[in-house]
C-alpha cells in the first residue's frame, strides 16, 4: 500500500511538471478537440496534438490523419502514434473523426464528404490552431488513405453548408496503403453501383502535373498495391511526384506494427523533410540487430502466446 501511495504521488507531481512546461512554453495543452462539424446530433471531431512549444500565433504546417476502416469503422486513435510524433517535430497534427457505416449507416461518399467538410474546416481556422493554411498535409491509411487523396479533387461529393471556396487541396500526402480508384464492381458496390460518384471520389482520375507530391506506402503482398502501381505509374506518365515505399512481403496494414510503424514514420519524416517542412534528422528509434530479431520472434508467435507473454510482464511490473 506504501508502494503504492508513493506510486501515485509521483505520478501526480510528473504531471504537475507537465503542466508547468506547457505553460511556460506558451501551451496551457499540448491536445485539444474542436468540433468540425455537427450531422443532426452527430458531432465530428477534430483530435488536434500541439507541439510542446507551440503558440496560436504561429504559422506551422498541420497534417490531418483519417483513420481506416473500409468506411465501416475504425476509430481516431489509429493514428496517434504517428500524430504525437510529428507534434514533437513541431508540426500541429489532427485526426479526424468522420462518419462510418456501423455507426452512421452511411456509404463511403459521405466520408469523402466529412474529411473535405475537415480540411475546410481546418484552413478556416488557421489562425486558431497556429498553422499555414498553404502547408497542408492529408494523410491516411487504407480507406482514410482514400479520404486523404481524395482531397485533390477539384470537384467532388460536398456537403451541404460547406464553403466551397476555400480548396481542400493539400500541399502533400502521406498515403499508407490507400484506395485510390472506386471504379471497380467490388467498390462500385458500396456506392449502390452508381458510377457517376464513383468517378467524383477516385482520385487517380484526377491526378494533374501539379497533383501535390505524395508519399505512397504498400506492403508487397497487399492485394490492393495495384492501386499503388497505378498511381505511380501515372506520376511517371503526367509528370507529378509520387515517392515509393514498398515493404517485401507484408501485406494490408503493415504500417500498424513495428518495425514498419517505426520505417514508414521515417520514410514520413525525411518525405516531409524534402518538401522544407521539417528540418533535422527523424527522432524515432527503428529497432535493429538484436531488439529486431526479439520483436520478428515475438511476432511470429501465436496471438495466445503474445497476450500471455504481455500478461506475465504486466504481472512482474506490479510485483514489489
Known sequence: ??????????????????????????????????????????????????????????????????????????????FSRQAKYFASRGLVCARADYRIKTKDRVTPDKCVEDARSAIRWVRANFAKLGVDPQKLITAGGSAGGHLAACAIIAESVEAKGDDLSISTNPQAMLLFNPVLSFMHQELLNRINGDKEIGAKISPVLHVKPDTAPSLVMFGTNDRLKAFGDLWWSKAKEIGFRADEFTAKGEGH????????????????????ASLDYLKGEPTIEVPTGEALKVLQAEQKRPASARQTNRQKKNRSKQTP
Open 1 to 78: 500500500m506504501n508502494q503504492l501511495l508513493v506510486f501515485v504521488t509521483l505520478i501526480a507531481m510528473f504531471c504537475l511538471n507537465l503542466q508547468a512546461y506547457s505553460q511556460e512554453s506558451g501551451s496551457e495543452e499540448l491536445a485539444k478537440t474542436y468540433v468540425y462539424k455537427s450531422v443532426g446530433e452527430r458531432e465530428l471531431k477534430l483530435h488536434v496534438d500541439f507541439p510542446s512549444d507551440w503558440r496560436n500565433t504561429d504559422s506551422r504546417p498541420v497534417i490531418i490523419f483519417f483513420h481506416g476502416g473500409g468506411w465501416t469503422g475504425g476509430t481516431v486513435g489509429a
Open 253 to 272: 496494414g503493415f504500417f500498424n506494427r513495428s518495425p514498419w510503424l517505426e520505417r514508414t514514420t521515417v520514410a514520413a519524416d525525411e518525405f516531409l
